[in-house]
């Protein structure tokens, strides 16, 4: 005759997107060896059951999944199926990256107040403006996510996004600075180190940084029309809010963030126009 079956494993069980997981179901009373099936219900996209009982694998897929499963043992001994939980919560990796705007630079570490400085209502003296991060494939550089957060005065930015753990490229724009990427493919967790552009040129795609001060170096500024490039195309609405003596204003045509648009601002977009600066990306 055939003995009781019967597995011991919790009936809900959590895991994370792009995260490793593995669970085995154990049992007793099985004779023989015992064989694992699923019944009723799906897994999500990744995992996997062996016939040994080892759900395991690497799940892309968030949500619940109910399955039923069912053991067989040696004797051909079926155990009471167990029906089961599987929840997968989604993944959270933090960026956390430390960089500079070449206009908005000052000295020693810092940039300007510019959203205080253009009068933005309820900006803090520590934020210098927002600034879109985005996260792509690190083989083929499609646009995977990207977040609007407000860049602090000392270059530090920390964003939280709803993806898996793994390697991905990061690109930065800002209204009027060249968009700029990271040198190579960043290996990106929930506790992720600082990510520092700053540093050395070489932590930009093909080193496509200013050096600012002795040690310190800075994206581009003067890509007021965002084609990638910064050109006398970018020159025609900096003239006019020049000549309009535009102050106090939200405009990114003050490039060096101190709330005015004059000619002290043309020296750096002027420098950068002579020079041919592009972006550069894969």
């Excluded at 040994?52 to 043992?73: E, H």
């Amino acid at each position: 005759g055939c003995q009781t079956i019967t597995v011991t494993n919790p009936l809900t069980t959590t895991g994370t997107a792009g995260t490793a997981f593995s669970q085995t179901f154990t049992q007793t009373g099985a004779v023989g060896g015992a064989t694992f099936t699923i019944n009723t219900g799906t897994l999500p996209t990744g995992l996997t059951l062996s016939t040994a009982g080892v759900l395991s694998g690497t799940p892309t897929q968030t949500g619940s999944f109910p399955i039923t499963v069912n053991i067989t043992d040696g004797n051909g001994c079926t155990g009471t199926s167990i029906t089961y939980t599987l929840l997968i919560n989604s993944a959270t990796i933090l960026v956390d990256l430390k960089l500079f705007l070449q206009g908005y630079y000052t000295i020693g570490g810092f940039m300007q107040p510019v959203l205080n400085n253009e009068q933005v209502p309820l900006s803090l003296a520590t934020e210098t403006d927002t600034i879109i991060v985005a996260l792509h494939h690190p083989t083929t550089f499609v646009l995977i996510d990207s977040m609007k957060a407000v860049l602090l005065t000392n270059g530090t930015i920390s964003i939280s996004f709803l993806q898996p753990a793994g390697s991905y490229f990061i690109s930065i724009r800002h209204r009027n600075t060249i968009q700029t990427w990271s040198a190579n493919a960043i290996i990106f967790s929930s506790s992720t180190p600082l990510y520092d552009f700053s540093m050395a040129a070489n932590k930009a795609f093909l080193s496509n940084q200013v050096q600012v001060e002795p040690g310190v170096w800075a994206f581009f500024t003067g890509d007021l029309n965002q084609d990638e490039f910064i050109d006398p195309f970018d020159f025609a609405n900096f003239d006019t809010d020049s000549q309009n003596g535009v102050n106090g204003v939200y405009v990114a045509s003050d490039f060096n963030g101190d709330g005015f648009v004059d000619p002290f601002d043309f020296q750096v977009f002027d420098r950068n126009s002579q020079n041919g600066v592009s972006s550069l990306h894969p």
